[in-house]
């Protein structure tokens, strides 16, 4: 199997009955996708954030102060000489921040620019999904009928939906989802790949489990295929990229030449390598689009302001499509539904051979973050989460150095947590720290000057060491990617 490591005011809450009554409108004709019609833009996108749970925005920061802390994030996290990154951040058609740093090509020493174009892996979901929501709008499709419909000629469960297929509850079986050898570097027909899809038993029943899912989005490719007759590519370029003038997105061949396309780059044994040659056809519908920081800008404004989707069309998109699914892995129609800093964040990330990238918007301030990195072991979206949270004014502390692990220290090995799911041993071993889930490898942490417990590199969500009056340590609280209020994992082995 390959695995892709692939005019505007914030809204307020109120208690007038007027929004009250727009919002009821807003759920009524936002069924109307479900039955296929047409609809005409119901409300400003900003309204999302009145659908989604969010504290009052912050403050904005200072544009000398943003450039600061966005500046010392960058140069914490990409070296000068080896890989490079480029982040923007803006809020409303305002850039506040567009810097660049690494390199986009390290062989012939050419340094990273704000304006280069990377594969974007599975951002190009958003896509995707944006051009079926926009269907249904159209009365092209609908939203809740069974895929089959479009695709009869695919042996599909009858009960999976376009929605299901969206949100990554059909229960679409990832194994062998993607041709195998002898497939060589020509473009492999997108048919062949969802008749493989199809023809595979569904791993849970529809609508019963979120479970990420590149297959379900080549069959959404093959029902944009087949309803508008033209190839998936053709239909992104005339429906989306060309209508929003999205000069730098397009489906990335390999073979075309790219002015302003960086190398892609990866780790192994800790060392830079070019990355391998990839086909981009075998992804195609669900993770080979190439783009720019800037056209990303402009694609999730475009989303949120109505001009691909209506109000209620991007407030479907932007709805956790499963209750009960972790606060930071909920996933609506095509973009992730997350918290940051206690404000809720829309989005998607990517990750593909060479690559990484994320793409954020927070619409209560209606700020834009892009990070784009031309190494597929890069931490894109962890990168971004810093930086919306210092578009918000609450930045998160920066890594601090690693320190000798005080003599104090010698009462945190141990296991904490209940259950497989949540388990983690902590251990010593050289003079170092390190963390295992049950039945995984040891990972390097690292306990950094105020006490915490941080991953190596660092990725935001860390452990708290909470101790009895005698010292010891009772339980460790883990705040994941960063944000309360955090899992207590209390102590399981004697101590």
């Not at 008749?195 to 609508?207: H, K, Q, V």
């Not at 069959?219 to 944009?224: F, N, P, Q, S, T």
């Amino acid at each position: 199997m390959i695995s892709y490591l692939y005019r505007f005011r914030a809204c307020r809450k109120t208690e007038s009955g007027a929004v009250q009554a727009r919002l009821i409108r807003v759920a009524r004709r936002s069924a109307d996708l479900d039955r296929g019609k047409s609809m005409r833009p119901l409300l400003p996108a900003l309204c999302v954030a009145l659908l989604l749970p969010a504290a009052p925005a912050p403050a904005h920061p200072a544009p000398a102060a943003l450039a600061r802390e966005a500046d010392a994030a960058l140069a914490a996290t990409v070296s000068p000489k080896g890989s490079g990154a480029t982040v923007l951040i803006a809020r409303g058609d305002t850039i506040l921040y567009r810097r660049a740093r690494g390199m986009a090509e390290v062989e012939l020493g050419m340094p990273m620019a704000p304006d280069q174009i990377f594969r974007i892996a599975s951002i190009t979901k958003s896509f995707t999904a944006a051009l079926i929501v926009q269907m249904a709008e159209r009365g092209e499709v609908a939203l809740d009928a069974p895929a089959a419909r479009y695709l009869p000629e695919l042996p599909l469960d009858p009960r999976i939906t376009l929605r299901q297929l969206l949100g990554h509850t059909a229960g679409i079986a990832e194994n062998d989802a993607t041709p195998q050898p002898p497939f060589g570097p020509g473009e492999v027909p997108l048919a062949q790949q969802v008749a493989r899809i199809a023809a595979r038993p569904l791993r849970s029943a529809p609508g019963t489990e979120q479970r990420y899912s590149n297959s379900g989005y080549m069959l959404l490719g093959a029902v944009i295929e087949k309803v508008t007759g033209q190839s998936w590519d053709e239909a992104m370029r005339t429906r989306l990229f060309a209508p929003l003038a999205l000069a730098d997105t397009a489906y990335d061949r390999r073979d075309a030449i790219v002015a302003r396309r960086v190398a892609g780059y990866t780790l192994a044994e800790g060392r830079l390598r070019n990355a391998a040659a990839f086909n981009m056809s075998l992804p195609k519908t669900a993770g080979s689009l190439r783009s720019s920081a800037a056209d990303l800008m402009r694609w999730m404004r475009a989303l949120a302001h109505g001009r691909v989707v209506s109000a209620a069309g991007f407030a479907q998109m932007a709805q956790p499509a499963l209750a009960g699914v972790p606060l930071q892995e909920r996933y609506g129609l095509g973009l992730y539904v997350w918290q940051i800093r206690g404000q809720t964040a829309i989005g998607h990330t990517g990750q593909i051979d060479g690559f990484a990238s994320a793409l954020l918007y927070l619409p209560a301030s209606d700020t834009v973050i892009v990070v784009l990195a031309n190494n597929d072991a890069f931490d894109a979206q962890t990168l971004a989460r810093r930086m919306a949270a210092i578009a918000l004014g609450k930045p998160y502390p920066l890594p601090l150095p690693e320190r000798a692990l005080p003599p104090e220290a010698a009462v945190l090995p141990g296991t904490y947590g209940s259950d497989p799911a949540t388990m983690r041993t902590l251990a010593i071993a050289g003079g170092h720290l390190t963390i295992a889930r049950a039945g995984r490898a040891a990972i390097p942490v690292m306990l950094d000057a105020r006490g915490d417990i941080r991953f190596v590199p660092d990725e935001i969500s860390y452990f708290t060491p909470v101790r009895d009056a005698a010292g010891k340590v009772i339980r460790l609280d883990y705040f994941a990617k960063g944000e309360g209020p955090p899992l207590a994992l209390l102590r399981a082995d004697p101590h």
